[in-house]
């Protein structure tokens, strides 16, 4: 990414892919234009207040008749009051659509802060904060079927945890989940008619002494535990079902369904790769794996226009080699398959669009 400035502010900015957009700006130094650098150009424009809001909005298209302008007004309070979105034309009349307005309310309720949206079909989204300004519920016609509260408090060992709970607002049935600081996640899910509630639940290593803090296992109710083992650079090395009644993944066990991955980096066809390789164990009570991939990608000998190969090997030992191309002068990123056929799957895309596809 190139960025290009100018007495402290960004004029314009040039992604990988060739890809740019302008930016000026008015005598305020607000922002008042983004024009994507684009054979075919859209023009943002701002309008602002005297205090910085940003009062319309407005997308165009140059030499076309269609815009999209975003019209908003606050009140006294520095709240958005209402947005409204219309389409816009140069002929007065030449469309029957009208604008979708959104307005806002806001109250306080207690030591929480309360936001009504109004949506454009009439529903509501009523948002209750804490006055913090973390998330409490979420209510309203507007929003689906669900109710949604968030509670935070502090449990044993000061670890912090935040608990959901979602319940239909015409049924008893509640889902609940539960995460703590470190990432840790509980589910709960109301059962079928005559069923018990499915639990869910991400078991980890602690932090203390020389554990690590990996995830190494998830359970759910009426399911075989899911194991996961690392290597030292804490990256998953095997994972799977223990159907078997002893701990852990057994390479002889006859039920265990154990998945393994390996990453290294070699040095291959004159260049350096990382290359990861995918095994199972097929048969029952036997620890003879079975390969079933391996993916290469290219690490080095790339140039301006080669950006990036990728060769994909199945169990067979059929290749699969995926190049991508740059021209950055045109902005067009080629990406090339050759799945080992007499013909390539080619996909050409001008400023990050489908520029070719050769499907029928």
């Given at each position: 990414?190139?960025?290009?400035?100018?007495?402290?502010?960004?004029?314009?900015?040039?992604?990988?892919?060739?890809?740019?957009?302008?930016?000026?700006?008015?005598?305020?130094?607000?922002?008042?234009?983004?024009?994507?650098?684009?054979?075919?150009?859209?023009?943002?424009?701002?309008?602002?207040?005297?205090?910085?809001?940003?009062?319309?909005?407005?997308?165009?298209?140059?030499?076309?008749?269609?815009?999209?302008?975003?019209?908003?007004?606050?009140?006294?309070?520095?709240?958005?009051?209402?947005?409204?979105?219309?389409?816009?034309?140069?002929?007065?009349?030449?469309?029957?659509?009208?604008?979708?307005?959104?307005?806002?309310?806001?109250?306080?309720?207690?030591?929480?802060?309360?936001?009504?949206?109004?949506?454009?079909?009439?529903?509501?989204?009523?948002?209750?904060?804490?006055?913090?300004?973390?998330?409490?519920?979420?209510?309203?016609?507007?929003?689906?079927?669900?109710?949604?509260?968030?509670?935070?408090?502090?449990?044993?060992e000061s670890l912090h945890h935040q608990e959901s709970v979602h319940q239909h607002e015409t049924l008893?049935?509640?889902?609940?989940?539960?995460?703590?600081?470190?990432?840790?996640?509980?589910?709960?899910?109301?059962?079928?008619?005559?069923?018990?509630?499915?639990?869910?639940?991400?078991?980890?290593?602690?932090?203390?002494?020389?554990?690590?803090?990996?995830?190494?296992?998830?359970?759910?109710?009426?399911?075989?535990?899911?194991?996961?083992?690392?290597?030292?650079?804490?990256?998953?090395?095997?994972?799977?079902?223990?159907?078997?009644?002893?701990?852990?993944?057994?390479?002889?066990?006859?039920?265990?369904?154990?998945?393994?991955?390996?990453?290294?980096?070699?040095?291959?066809?004159?260049?350096?790769?990382?290359?990861?390789?995918?095994?199972?164990?097929?048969?029952?009570?036997?620890?003879?794996?079975?390969?079933?991939?391996?993916?290469?990608?290219?690490?080095?000998?790339?140039?301006?226009?080669?950006?990036?190969?990728?060769?994909?090997?199945?169990?067979?030992?059929?290749?699969?080699?995926?190049?991508?191309?740059?021209?950055?002068?045109?902005?067009?990123?080629?990406?090339?398959?050759?799945?080992?056929?007499?013909?390539?799957?080619?996909?050409?895309?001008?400023?990050?669009?489908?520029?070719?596809?050769?499907?029928?």
């Amino acid at each position: 990414m190139n960025n290009t400035w100018s007495k402290g502010r960004l004029d314009g900015t040039t992604d990988e892919n060739g890809i740019g957009t302008a930016f000026t700006y008015e005598s305020g130094e607000s922002r008042a234009h983004e024009d994507p650098l684009r054979d075919s150009t859209i023009v943002t424009t701002y309008v602002y207040d005297a205090v910085g809001h940003v009062l319309t909005e407005t997308v165009s298209n140059p030499g076309t008749s269609e815009t999209l302008v975003t019209n908003r007004v606050y009140d006294t309070a520095e709240f958005i009051f209402t947005s409204e979105t219309k389409p816009g034309y140069a002929t007065a009349g030449s469309s029957t659509a009208s604008a979708v307005t959104t307005t806002f309310s806001y109250s306080p309720l207690g030591l929480n802060r309360v936001t009504t949206t109004t949506l454009p079909g009439g529903g509501t989204k009523i948002q209750t904060d804490y006055t913090d300004g973390k998330l409490k519920s979420i209510t309203g016609t507007g929003v689906g079927c669900g109710v949604l509260f968030l509670r935070d408090r502090f449990e044993r060992e000061s670890l912090h945890h935040q608990e959901s709970v979602h319940q239909h607002e015409t049924l008893a049935a509640v889902r609940r989940g539960r995460t703590c600081w470190a990432g840790r996640r509980k589910a709960v899910h109301p059962g079928f008619t005559g069923q018990s509630a499915s639990e869910e639940v991400n078991i980890f290593d602690d932090y203390s002494g020389s554990n690590t803090g990996r995830l190494i296992k998830t359970t759910k109710t009426g399911f075989a535990p899911t194991r996961y083992e690392y290597n030292t650079m804490s990256q998953v090395v095997r994972s799977g079902g223990d159907l078997d009644p002893s701990t852990g993944l057994q390479t002889s066990s006859a039920t265990d369904r154990i998945n393994d991955t390996s990453t290294l980096f070699e040095s291959f066809d004159g260049a350096y790769w990382q290359t990861t390789t995918a095994s199972n164990y097929p048969t029952a009570s036997s620890s003879t794996a079975k390969q079933l991939s391996v993916t290469r990608k290219r690490l080095t000998g790339r140039t301006a226009s080669v950006r990036g190969e990728t060769r994909t090997y199945d169990f067979a030992g059929n290749e699969t080699r995926v190049t991508v191309t740059l021209d950055s002068s045109n902005r067009i990123v080629t990406t090339t398959k050759r799945p080992g056929m007499a013909s390539d799957q080619v996909d050409k895309s001008l400023d990050g669009l489908p520029a070719l596809d050769p499907r029928p």
